[in-house]
């Protein structure tokens, strides 16, 4: 009988520390909704204590799912731990997450301490968490850089006060596979309570030398049986452990014989409504959900999969959720074929919500000949901007070869309406120009992404800016067939969130 992984989704808390990439509590909860769908164990829903928007969506989230552990991230600190408790009240299945740093720079220049002192407050942490809930684990902060003889006493200690799960993280990514595989087999024959089932070992690796699925998986097959992982990868610096890279090698390799809960086939549906939500571009040739994935370009590879796919080819695209015969939406297609497809990727939609962006599908339809996926969940996420005090009500530009470019714009603030004009150095220059004779904020454009969806002239083109203002850096996202019209509309979102 193959081993249980547990596996631990930390993409609406670690995923969520990227810049730009914050979800409001209500995109919260339509991704926790997937997860659970996926078949995720642990939602990791945030860190309560770090503001009242954390503390508010570990509350709502904790509501919206029912079987998955709800866990919440803490220091060791004991208000960090009161603040969680309060935050998981209405979770069904409830975790506290504690931990403290354990490497020897972490003790010297974090917390300006000895090693004895770190184990007493590392056990202090995990029994004032148990006065709260039953399941408890702790993180050793650090562990990667962590001598393991040291790291198997605090192992030892947070396993006697009660942890239930004790997450092993390679926090800098520096750990090659050998090691990393090695201190957790050091770990599971040197502390009794693991041998004894007390509790189970958790990885928890970042990919900063691109080596964070290699170090799970070497994690795994010397005893870890939890991996904290996310959606695409995405996380701090270079982000974390792929969820649908883990979940696909053990699905390939029986040789390992450990099992998860996953449902593969979820896995492409839940790469595109986080891509879409957090407004954060899948690369095309990452692994399992790029776009390139199964795409065969060279002649040989052609020839070898059209005689056997298994030529070149060790995942089946349905196992993972892509299906080559998916409903194509037009303008000829339904309210029912998009909602279809929308429930396909996760998103829910019904009443009016469901009849507005029936209708922004239908205008977009007209411009391209086929709307793909993550065409439609931008539309599905532009209501997202419906509450928007500034809104763009229209843009005119004029450009070309040997004449300078002019942008009238039109704006509603707040119900009241704005004209102005401006010419410029192209005719993203000139918009924006025209944008900042309405506003009257000195602004500093940071950065200006433009990104394709597909390859078709008609696409739909994604903009991702940062604009600076008072001191604050705000990130904004527009979409649009007409490039100029996204540019905008991603500065009008980063206006829309600047601090009053």
């Not at 050793?140 to 009660?162: M, P, S």
């Not at 004790?166 to 595989?181: A, H, K, R, S």
């Not at 954060?280 to 370009?297: D, E, T, Y």
């Not at 001191?471 to 649009?480: K, L, P, Q, R």
Request: net charge negative; charged share 25%.
């Amino acid at each position: 009988m193959s081993d249980r992984l547990f596996i631990f989704d930390t993409t609406l808390r670690d995923g969520e520390q990227v810049p730009g990439c914050q979800l409001n509590t209500v995109e919260k909860i339509q991704v926790a909704k997937q997860l659970e769908a996926l078949g995720v164990d642990v939602i990791e829903a945030g860190f309560p204590i770090s503001s009242p928007g954390d503390f508010n969506s570990v509350i709502e989230i904790s509501k919206a799912v029912t079987w998955p552990t709800i866990c919440a991230l803490t220091r060791a600190v004991q208000k960090d731990i009161d603040v969680a408790a309060e935050a998981l009240q209405f979770a069904k299945h409830k975790r506290i997450h504690t931990g403290i740093g354990t490497s020897d720079s972490h003790i010297k220049y974090k917390f300006n301490s000895n090693r004895e002192e770190i184990i007493e407050r590392a056990v202090a942490a995990v029994k004032y968490a148990k006065r709260y809930v039953e399941d408890v684990e702790f993180y050793a902060e650090d562990a990667g850089r962590t001598d393991n003889e040291y790291l198997a006493r605090v192992v030892d200690a947070v396993v006697k006060a009660g942890a239930t799960v004790v997450n092993i993280p390679d926090t800098t990514g520096y750990c090659l596979p050998q090691e990393f595989g090695a201190k957790i087999k050091y770990l599971m024959e040197h502390v009794d309570g693991l041998s004894a089932g007390k509790a189970i070992l958790s990885t928890h690796c970042h990919n900063d030398l691109g080596m964070a699925t290699a170090n799970t998986i070497a994690g795994i097959m010397n005893g870890a049986r939890q991996a904290e992982v996310t959606i695409n990868g995405i996380g701090e610096r270079a982000g974390n452990t792929s969820l649908e890279e883990v979940a696909m090698i053990l699905k390939c390799h029986k040789g390992i014989d450990v099992d998860t809960n996953i449902n593969t086939q979820k896995i492409y549906p839940t790469s595109r409504l986080v891509s879409s939500l957090m407004n954060m571009p899948v690369q095309p040739n990452k692994a399992i959900v790029g776009r390139n994935a199964f795409a065969h370009s060279s002649g040989i590879h052609q020839d070898g999969v059209l005689k056997n796919v298994q030529t070149y080819e060790i995942i089946d695209p349905k196992d993972v959720g892509i299906d080559d015969n998916a409903i194509v939406l037009t303008a000829r297609s339904g309210r029912a074929a998009l909602k279809h497809r929308l429930s396909v990727l996760g998103v829910e939609l019904e009443g009016e919500r469901l009849d507005a962006t029936y209708q922004e599908f239908l205008k977009l339809a007209d411009k391209k000949k086929e709307v793909n996926d993550d065409d439609i969940l931008m539309l599905a996420g532009a209501d997202r901007a419906a509450a928007h005090a500034i809104k763009l009500d229209y843009l005119q530009v004029t450009t070309g070869m040997g004449v300078k470019s002019v942008a009238c714009i039109g704006l509603d603030i707040a119900g009241e309406k704005f004209e102005a004009s401006a010419s410029g150095n192209g005719p993203v220059d000139a918009a924006i120009k025209a944008l900042k004779n309405i506003i009257k904020r000195h602004t500093v454009l940071k950065e200006f992404t433009i990104q394709a969806i597909s390859k078709g002239s008609d696409d739909v083109g994604k903009v991702h800016m940062q604009v600076e203002y008072d001191g604050h850096v705000y990130y904004g996202f527009g979409a649009n067939t007409d490039i100029v019209s996204a540019s905008v509309e991603a500065y009008i979102d980063c206006i829309n969130k600047f601090k009053k």
